[in-house]
C-alpha cells in the first residue's frame, strides 16, 4: 500500500520571522481528502560542546513556548543558504564564546515530524578554544558547564526537558566510547 498523501492545495495561514504555518489539502492512500496543519522552519543546528577537561557547556534559557526557563545544548536557527557547519560554529561563539577546531556531525533529524519541517544538524564539539561573546539584543542566558558524565547520567535520569539535549547527550556517549 502507498502511503503517501498528496497535496492539492496549500493555503498560508502566518508568515513570521522563525516559522511559517500553513494548511494543506491532501488527497489520503485510500482516495479520501484531509488537512495537514504544517509548521515551516529553515532547520537548526545544536552542539554538544565538550572542553579538555570533560565537561559539557550548557545553556540556560526562559522558553515561551513552555513558560520555563529549560537547560539545553546551544543551539541556533540556520540562517537562509547557511552551511549548517558555519552555523555551528557561529552559534557556539555567539553562546557560550567558543570556537570549536574539531565538529563532528552526529546526526540529522526532525524535530517533531507530525507537524513540523524543522531539521536539526546535531554535532560534537571538542578541542575548544575562548572567543569573545557578541552579545545578541534579545537573547538572554545563562552558561552552565557540567561534567560530562554527571550530564549523561542527567539525561538517562530524565532530568533534562530538551530532546535535543537528550539525543546530543546519548550520541555523543556513544561516539566517544
Do not use: W
Not at 491532501?26 to 509548521?39: A, H, Q, T, W, Y
Not at 557560550?96 to 564539539?125: Q, R
Not at 532530568?159 to 547527550?169: C, N, P, Q
Request: charge should be negative; hydrophobic fraction near 40%; glycine fraction near 6%.
Amino acid at each position: 500500500m502507498n502511503l503517501e498523501e498528496k497535496s492539492i492545495a496549500r493555503e498560508y495561514k502566518f508568515k513570521g520571522k522563525i516559522v511559517n504555518v500553513r494548511v494543506d489539502t491532501v488527497i489520503l492512500p485510500n482516495g479520501k481528502s484531509s488537512f495537514r496543519e504544517v509548521v515551516e522552519h529553515p532547520g537548526a543546528v545544536a552542539i554538544v560542546p565538550i572542553d579538555s577537561g570533560e565537561n559539557v557547556f550548557f545553556v540556560r534559557q526562559f522558553r515561551k513556548a513552555c513558560e520555563k526557563t529549560i537547560l539545553e545544548v546551544p543551539a541556533g536557527k540556520l540562517e537562509a543558504g547557511e552551511n549548517p557547519i558555519d552555523c555551528a560554529c557561529r552559534e557556539l561563539q555567539e553562546e557560550i564564546g567558543m570556537f570549536p577546531h574539531k565538529l563532528d556531525l552526529l546526526s540529522v533529524f526532525y524535530t517533531s515530524p507530525g507537524f513540523s519541517n524543522e531539521l536539526i544538524y546535531l554535532y560534537l564539539a571538542r578541542e575548544l578554544q575562548s572567543f569573545s561573546i557578541e552579545k545578541l539584543d534579545d537573547e538572554f542566558l545563562r552558561i552552565v558547564k557540567i561534567p560530562f558524565a554527571r550530564a549523561v547520567e542527567k539525561s538517562i535520569n530524565g532530568e533534562f526537558e530538551d530532546a535535543k539535549t537528550l539525543v546530543g547527550l546519548l550520541l555523543a556517549r556513544s561516539r566517544l566510547q
